[in-house]
Antibody, heavy 128, light 108 residues
Framework: EVQLVESGGGLAQAGRSLRLSCRGS????????MSWVRQAPGKGLEWLGF??????????EYAASVRGRLTISRDDSNSIAYLQINSLRSDDTAIYYC???????????????????WGQGTTVTVSS | DIQLTQSPSSLSASVGDRVTITCRAS??????LNWYQQKPGKAPRLLIY???SLQSGVPSRFSGSGSGTDFTLTISSLQPEDFATYYC??????????FGQGTKVEVK
């Protein structure tokens, strides 16, 4: 069974940095793109960014709202994806999910479909 | 950035009702539009990908249609377990991905 487990959340101080982890199991982790999505309390889903698999170039895309302050990376040898959030703000308070977007096979340039595997989420609370 | 606008933002319906939710994109995303269901305290669940393809394990009462900028999610006969919030999301490679604001389906 494919599973994603996020960790690293908790109470953090505004202005500091935090790194979240997403560990995958039941899959050949390096073959998959990894995406990050967050949800502030009582709000909708916000896509943050994703990192392609190395076999598809490894490029990273970010939402404009977080570009420059969030960094996505991956360690395929340990089946982990990371999300680093710098200069934490109160509006970073949210549940953070990692997820796997499906690749559209045979399409050039590469396209993705929806995210079909999700972790349970890790909660970040930013205090001032 | 591209905007996805869902309508309505919320709706009240009864078991057995046909429910339709629309998602309009501010520019074309071709077929790269996906639909998710989310229940309180749970991660989202993919229902429909590529506008009209049913994700494995999702009941056939869910269907999607559309292309370009206008898309629809339909639940043909609402079941008790379908009361939830639904989100559209685009995954078109040449545009930054985004979600719609969500549609909450509540008990009438």
């Amino acid at each position: 069974e494919v599973q994603l487990v996020e960790s690293g959340g908790g109470l953090a101080q505004a202005g500091r940095s935090l790194r979240l982890s997403c560990r995958g199991s039941g899959l050949k982790f390096g073959d998959y793109a990894m995406s990050w999505v967050r949800q502030a309390p009582g709000k909708g889903l916000e896509w943050l960014g994703f990192i392609r698999s190395k076999i598809h170039g490894g490029a990273i895309e970010y939402a404009a709202s977080v570009r420059g302050r969030l960094t996505i990376s991956r360690d395929d040898s340990n089946s982990i994806a990371y999300l680093q959030i710098n200069s934490l703000r109160s509006d970073d308070t949210a549940i953070y999910y990692c997820s796997i977007p499906q690749v559209e096979v045979g399409r050039n340039p590469l396209h993705y479909y929806g995210m079909d595997v999700w972790g349970q989420g890790t909660t970040v609370t930013v205090s001032s | 950035d591209i905007q996805l606008t869902q309508s309505p933002s919320s709706l009240s319906a009864s078991v057995g009702d046909r429910v339709t939710i629309t998602c309009r994109a501010s520019q074309s995303v071709m077929k790269y539009l996906n639909w998710y269901q989310q229940k309180p305290g749970k991660a989202p669940r993919l229902l429909i990908y590529a506008a009209s393809s049913l994700q494995s394990g999702v009941p056939s009462r869910f269907s999607g249609s559309g292309s370009g900028t206008d898309f629809t999610l339909t639940i043909s006969s609402l079941q008790p377990e379908d009361f939830a919030t639904y989100y559209c999301q685009h995954s078109y490679t040449f545009l930054t991905w985004t979600f719609g604001q969500g549609t909450k389906v509540e008990v009438k």
